[in-house]
T-cell receptor, first 115, second 115 residues
Framework: NAGVMQNPRHLVRRRGQEARLRCSPM?????VYWYRQLPEEGLKFMVYLQKENIIDESGMPKERFSAEFPKEGPSILRIQQVVRGDSAAYFC?????????????FGPGTRLTVT | DAKTTQPNSMESNEEEPVHLPCNHS???????IHWYRQLPSQGPEYVIHGLTSNVNNRMASLAIAEDRKSSTLILHRATLRDAAVYYC????????????????FGKGTKLSVIP
């Protein structure tokens, strides 16, 4: 079984550009989570989505960031007008359901560099 | 999620067992204990989880104290590939069957394996 896939693995954007990060969950998983890891910091939850629905976006910055998980296709994390502080590793995880006993499977991450 | 406390770093010799401790004195009766690890430049990887009883899988063993206020992740024979940051995470389980879905990562324990 293919694991969680993320692309691109590395993304370089200039300040003010848009960044689109894609995540394809494991087969059969309809729950997707995005986490961000700033340099020298721990992983922080950003948003939790089920197919076509945002369940919890309490960890998302209020402006410039949005996420979606359409009925067909990958989940997308979109960052508009990127700034240097957005440089980080963005990880996506998936699970078959949301129970607290369930493990989450992580992708390899997208490393965003804003120049 | 309830707070966990782990040592910042530990060292182990290759091929020897490693015991990684975690304190979670405020754990509730329905909270699950999860362990993840993150190898350098990779996404987090699920290791093991448990509720009350000790657990074994192909990667590790999880020993849970009788009062559940602490747990220990046991790697039976450390290899160089086990050098990573290990995170002990509590996931809130509610009596209703719902619970927390996000993983709250602390600083973890950085494990170094000496050849």
């Amino acid at each position: 079984n293919a694991g969680v896939m993320q692309n691109p693995r590395h993304l370089v954007r200039r300040r003010g550009q848009e960044a689109r990060l894609r995540c394809s969950p494991m087969k059969g998983h309809s729950h997707v989570y995005w986490y961000r890891q700033l340099p020298e910091e721990g992983l922080k939850f950003m948003v939790y989505l089920q197919k076509e629905n945002i369940i919890d976006e309490s960890g998302m910055p209020k402006e410039r960031f949005s996420a979606e998980f359409p009925k067909e296709g990958p989940s997308i994390l979109r960052i508009q007008q990127v700034v240097r502080g957005d440089s980080a590793a963005y990880f996506c995880a998936s699970s078959p359901d949301r129970g607290p006993e369930r493990e989450q499977y992580f992708g390899p991450g997208t490393r965003l560099t804003v120049t | 999620d309830a707070k966990t406390t782990q040592p910042n770093s530990m060292e182990s010799n290759e091929e020897e067992p490693v015991h990684l401790p975690c304190n979670h004195s405020t754990i509730s009766g329905t909270d699950y204990i999860h362990w993840y690890r993150q190898l350098p430049s990779q996404g987090p990887e699920y290791v093991i989880h448990g509720l009350t009883s000790n657990v074994n899988n192909r990667m590790a063993s999880l020993a849970i104290a009788e009062d559940r206020k602490s747990s220990t992740l046991i790697l039976h024979r450390a290899t160089l590939r086990d050098a990573a940051v290990y995170y002990c995470i509590l996931r809130v389980g509610l009596a209703s069957g719902a619970g927390s879905y996000q993983l709250t990562f602390g600083k973890g324990t950085k494990l170094s394996v000496i050849p």
